[in-house]
């Protein structure tokens, strides 16, 4: 089936720095993507809608100058954590979908990144 | 208001038996699937069973059993034959029309399978 590979799968960063998640579809070009944000011991929210060769679209809240969202190819979205502090420590997860599944095909989901900003 | 509700925080089973995990949602799409996803403490999200709000027929899949009751607008999970490698988070997601692709996540439940 089809998968979608994050990386890297754990990162510290110090306060004040930016780090970039990688979301890659393996075996199928995704024109669109999906972040999610999930803090410990809760539920997945969407932060953002990453569209191929185009803006991303972002749920109400999430701050885009803060979070990054760049899908450059058919097979890669990346998410950049600028500036990070504390608060940000979350483990960020991507997901896609196979477009010739059709509407009732699964969702894939990376394997997840928990980043720490210390 | 929320539109997926998952009421069990968490919840124990014996080994071998089996269990039913609550959802709700609340939608006025008319075209909507739903779906089940097992969270193991590694995080990676495991797809379970989905369901079509027009399919006539229950989903299975192996072990997972989807009671689709679309009056009540919900979608219970049942796992028959619980096994230790259970034990996990289960999330309930609903995927409407004319959103996308996006998904809409309940609250989790926590399995505890007991030996």
């Known amino acids: 089936g089809a998968v979608v590979s994050q990386h890297p799968s754990r990162v510290i960063c110090k306060s004040g720095t930016s780090v970039k998640i990688e979301c890659r579809s393996l075996?199928?070009?995704?024109?669109?993507m999906f972040w999610y944000r999930q803090f410990p011991k809760k539920s997945l929210m969407l932060m953002a809608t990453?569209?191929?060769?185009?803006?991303?679209?972002?749920e109400q809240g999430v701050e885009k100058d803060k979070f990054l969202i760049n899908h450059a190819s058919l097979t890669l979205s990346t998410l950049t954590v600028t500036s990070a502090h504390p608060e940000d420590s979350s483990f960020y997860i991507c997901s896609a979908r196979d477009p010739g599944d059709g509407f009732t095909g699964e969702l894939f989901f990376g394997e997840g990144s928990r980043l720490t900003v210390l | 208001a929320q539109k997926i509700t998952q009421t069990q925080p968490g919840m124990f089973v014996q080994e071998k038996e089996a269990v039913t995990l609550d959802c709700t949602y609340d939608?006025?799409?008319?075209?909507?699937?739903l779906f089940w996803y097992k969270q193991p403490s590694s995080g990676e999200m495991i797809f379970l069973i989905y369901?079509?709000?027009?399919?006539?027929q229950n989903a299975t899949e192996g072990r997972y059993s989807l009671n689709f009751q679309k009056a009540r607008k919900s979608a219970n999970l049942v796992i028959s034959a619980s096994q230790l490698g259970d034990s996990a988070m289960y999330f309930c997601?609903?995927?409407?029309?004319?959103?996308?692709?996006?998904?809409?996540f309940g609250g989790g439940t926590r399995v505890l399978v007991k030996p």
């Open positions: 369901q079509g709000s027009y399919d006539q």
């Open positions: 939608t006025s799409d008319p075209s909507y699937g």
């Open positions: 997601a609903m995927r409407e029309g004319a959103a996308g692709n996006k998904l809409t």
């Open positions: 990453s569209n191929e060769g185009s803006k991303a679209t972002y």
């Open positions: 075996d199928f070009q995704a024109t669109t």
